[in-house]
């Protein structure tokens, strides 16, 4: 195997790695519509990537499913406030919401370099 596609691998392997714990770290302490409305950005940073990194033009297409998915993602978001995890403290609430787009964008940074190794 060639050493920079391994190198390459296993840094996105232990930034997969450090994604997965912060996203399960976060998503046990928030509920399902607000975790699944914070993903939903997860969409831009990876357009917003994928431009950077690969060139990736935006098309018509590429903007509406955007805007679509992001949409999409508001509604199931709306009418929430009574799914406050039972026994969860607002520390630990506020701590899993406000850590949840740094897994999000990671995920939307390591998907063009996976593209880039490909």
Known sequence: ??????????????????????????????????????????????????????RQQFTSYSNNSIFLLTMGAGILAMHTSSNWPAGESKGAYYAGFFMKPGPVALFGFILPPVELTY
Do not use: E, N
């Open 1 to 54: 195997m060639d050493p920079f596609l391994f190198a390459t691998s296993a840094v996105i392997g232990v930034l997969t790695g450090l994604d997965d714990y912060l996203c399960a770290y976060s998503i046990a302490r928030i509920p399902i519509s607000t975790s699944a409305l914070l993903i939903a950005t997860q969409l831009a940073f990876t357009a917003g990537f994928a431009f950077l990194l690969v």
